[in-house]
């Protein structure tokens, strides 16, 4: 659905985003992860035909990002939730979405049907004739979702959409997102929250300028962090650890009266390590399996790059 | 082009302004001021005291006429300034130039709705003018002076041009602002040398009739032209984009 090849694009001497390289399928959620400044807004100013790309190619469908006769294609296949919602304060929720659909020339009986169903969707359909400058963030942002969906596209493009949001109305975008999976649309989503792209991506990019790392949330831990086997004992003492470490090759850690295990398969080695402790004389109170979190594996692979 | 998409954004744009009291009582005051201000003035000074021969009278009701150029230029700044910078201000302008709208429909869009309520309200203004200013001078003068070929011309052609002048001119201003009032109030320099005009007209510099109304309004159009490719090389989604906001 989305293919990108060697994308680049420059501001000046600056470059933004540096040859990025992938693709997204059709129906996917996709998260674009990435500190501030990483490029990941221009990446989705370059994918909606906002801005030009320097170098590279990118194609939605069939239609080529770049080429003036496709931009109004895409732009017609695309819907955009930007980092800022940008309502019209002084038009009621209807009238911009109103205006929207008429923009994208959707008939005018479909248009309020699409205006209502989303509307009431989205628990917006009450205050369909306040305006929006009244809304609160959270209606806003939702009202922006709505804009967004609006002419049915294929095609679901945001950036942070749930971006200081309070938990609750952010739980109601998250959901609406996945509604929208459901639908079958393909969605690239941009986020900072690193639980959320975990909870509704099907697969994560991460982005500082170059593309750092992408797979499934889960690929993306297990390529980078081992998973550890915490176990809290009745007492840590050097003799026990210094026996557990001629007993078993794993690194361990010590942490007051726990010790932290590296282990790469845990359903095999912890009942080892179970037996060398007990055997060892230690005293076992909790024993706790750490998975590493997808934030445990950003960060590493940000600090990497620094 | 598809002037449909350029109507909507028109359509919204017009729409928005009738919900700003600021912008709707602006639309109205100079308005008024001229429809039914100036007529007075002729009707106070001129015609009720006998202060002013009759040809002095028609020097000073030619003059009057020219202000309908002046508040035609005066107007769309208002209303084009906003219509620009509110979207900078709301940050609109993204989830707009995402949809199938291309930069001249938008900016034709902006034009028309920028352009069509101040001519509207000019052309009203310009009837209650020529009827009081007709009901208060024709004991002087003896006959109707309006409408005659001088404001005909004024109303036909330095009104529209004016017009244009005035958004073609606020738009390259808007790309740089990002408050609305600084905007409009960088945007009305365009109108100094209407003011010029005016103050000529008034001195007796220059005779406006319809040979000097003719001139006046080509060096517009030229403005207005090259203006109008100014504009559109300012307003391109990329720079609208990383620039403007």
Not at chain 1, 203 to 229: F, H, V
Not at chain 2, 32 to 55: E, F, N
Not at chain 2, 106 to 135: E, H, N, Q, R
């Amino acid at each position: 659905m989305i293919t990108i090849e060697n994308l680049t694009k420059k501001f000046g001497e600056v470059t933004a985003v540096d040859g990025l390289t992938f693709s997204v399928d059709e129906g996917e959620v996709f998260g674009f992860l990435g500190p501030n400044g990483a490029g990941k807004t221009t990446t989705i100013r370059m994918l909606c035909c906002l801005i030009s790309k320097t170098s590279g190619e990118a194609t939605i469908g069939d239609y080529h990002i770049g080429k003036t006769d496709d931009s109004l294609a895409i732009r017609k296949m695309i819907g955009l939730v930007p980092d800022n919602v940008g309502l019209y304060d002084d038009l009621t929720a209807f009238e911009n979405l109103d205006f929207y659909g008429k923009l994208y020339e959707v008939p005018e009986g479909r248009r309020r049907e699409n205006i209502e169903r989303f509307l009431k969707m989205l628990d917006l359909w009450d205050r369909k004739d306040a305006r929006a400058g009244s809304f609160s963030k959270g209606m806003k942002q939702k009202l922006a979702l709505a804009r967004a969906l609006v002419h049915e596209p294929n095609i679901l493009f945001m950036d942070e959409p749930t971006a200081n949001l309070d938990p609750e109305s952010a739980k109601t975008v998250r959901d609406f997102i996945m509604e929208v999976k459901k639908q079958g649309r393909t969605i690239f989503l941009n986020t900072h929250n690193l639980d959320e792209a975990q909870k509704i991506c099907d697969r994560i990019g991460i982005i500082k300028t170059k593309l750092l790392t992408i797979g499934t949330p889960d690929q993306l831990k297990e390529s980078r962090t081992a998973p550890k086997t915490e176990i809290r004992l009745a007492q840590v003492t050097e003799v026990l650890v210094s026996a557990l470490r001629k007993l078993i090759p794993n690194k361990i850690e010590v942490s007051g009266d726990k010790l932290l295990i590296n282990v790469t398969d845990p359903d095999k080695e912890n009942p080892t390590i179970i037996t060398a402790i007990a055997s060892s004389g230690g005293q076992i109170r909790e024993v706790t399996q750490i998975v590493p979190s997808l934030e445990d594996v950003y960060l590493q692979i940000v600090k990497e790059t620094k | 082009m598809r002037i449909s998409k350029a109507w909507i954004v028109a359509a919204k744009d017009m729409r928005i302004f009738l919900r700003k009291k600021y912008l709707i009582y602006s639309l109205v005051a100079l308005p008024l001021l001229l429809g039914i201000g100036l007529p007075l003035v002729l009707h106070l000074v001129g015609a009720r005291k006998q202060a002013l021969s009759g040809t002095a009278l028609l020097s000073v009701m030619n003059a009057f006429s020219f202000f309908f150029g002046i508040g035609a230029g005066v107007l769309p700044i208002i209303l084009a300034s906003y219509s620009l910078v509110g979207e900078k201000i709301e940050k609109s302008l993204e989830p707009l130039l995402a949809t199938p709208i291309t930069d001249s429909e938008l900016l034709l869009g902006k034009s028309i709705a920028a352009f069509i309520p101040p001519v509207c309200a000019i052309y009203i203004s310009s009837i209650f003018f020529m009827g009081l200013s007709d009901l208060w001078t024709h004991n002087i003068l003896g006959y109707s002076y309006f409408p005659n070929w001088n404001i005909g011309l004024i109303l036909l052609a330095v009104v529209p041009l004016s017009a244009l002048l005035s958004i073609g001119w606020s738009i390259i201003v808007s790309s740089r602002a990002t408050d609305v009032r600084a905007a409009q109030l960088q945007s009305t320099l365009i109108i100094i040398p209407f003011f010029i005009i005016y103050v000529m007209t008034e001195i007796g510099a220059i005779t406006l009739d319809t040979k000097t109304i003719g001139i006046i309004s080509g060096v517009i159009l030229v403005a207005d032209i090259i203006l109008f490719f100014l504009s559109t090389k300012t307003f391109q989604r990329e720079e609208i984009l990383t620039k403007w906001t």
